[in-house]
């Protein structure tokens, strides 16, 4: 029997509940790991995401736990540095609350003027379903909201850097491999570099503060060759880490 773990929730919420000023105590959170842990203590192994994730799992007794991840194939954009303008935010923004929701608001509100003073005219293209009812206050003339569309590609290719400004999340974030992937650097906070185990000023750049993500885009933005580290040491990460040679092995041992 394999548990097939998308992501381990609890932590999530325990950071959610922690963001809106609620007090967790430790009792509690580890009440609540355990809980969403104990359905799985039946299964002979359990597929996590990652290796944050895996560990608690093996700290909860099974130790036959397997980190497989996702496939991705390198696909970067044709323009380079020069040829790309704008921020770009990609996700389903369906539900007020969400860590996609709560994330793009917090951008809008705390780090986007703090960037527009050093680029007044820096536009910010977000991609996906924008249904989440407090969107409609979202009314910018530098911000674009597309909406869901049929392909992404021409987005990441035209588009300077990738924003991914999360503060609650499981799992592991496939849309930061995703931009890596299409040759698009990111920016994110520290929760996803440790989520992917990719390091700030290799594979991408982190900050958690209004003040510093803000400091950090507007580095990776205006520094070519910084632009050209990131992107690059991105693009091998993913073929490591997201090679299909990699996934179906780790998927054949499991039935050996």
């Known amino acids: 029997l394999i548990y097939d773990a998308e992501a ?6 325990i950071m959610k509940m922690e963001l809106l000023g609620q007090t967790v105590l430790e009792k509690d959170k580890q009440k609540l790991i355990a809980k969403e842990l104990q359905q799985t203590l039946i299964a002979d192994s359990v597929i996590a995401v990652s290796e944050s994730e895996a560990s608690l799992y093996r700290d909860a007794g099974i130790k036959d736990t397997v980190i497989l991840g996702h496939t991705l194939r390198v696909n970067p954009g044709s323009n ?6 704008g921020l770009l ?6 539900v007020d609350g969400s860590p996609n929701v709560h994330s793009l608001q917090w951008f809008v509100i705390n780090v986007l003027p703090l960037i527009e003073r050093q680029i007044p005219d820096i536009e910010l293209l977000v991609v996906g379903d924008s249904s989440a009812p407090s969107l409609a206050s979202i009314k910018r003339d530098n911000i674009k909201l597309t909406g869901r569309l049929d392909s992404i590609e021409a ?3 035209e588009c300077r850097i990738f924003i991914a400004p999360t503060r609650f999340a499981a799992g592991i974030p496939h ?4 931009a890596a992937a299409h040759g698009i650097p990111s920016v994110t906070t520290s929760l996803l570099a440790e989520q992917l185990g990719w390091k700030d000023a290799d594979q991408l750049l982190v900050a958690d503060t209004a003040e510093l993500y803000a400091a950090q885009c507007v580095r990776l933005y205006q520094e070519s060759e910084l632009w050209n580290k990131i992107r ?4 091998a990460a993913v073929a490591q880490d997201c090679s299909d040679e990699k996934f179906q092995a780790t998927l054949k041992s499991l039935f050996e």
């Open 175 to 178: 849309k930061v491999h995703e």
């Open 8 to 13: 381990v929730f609890a932590p999530r919420e």
């Open 232 to 235: 690059a040491a991105g693009l």
């Open 89 to 94: 935010f990609v996700g389903a923004l369906r």
């Open 155 to 157: 987005s990441y290719n």
């Open 80 to 85: 380079g540095f020069d040829e790309r303008r």
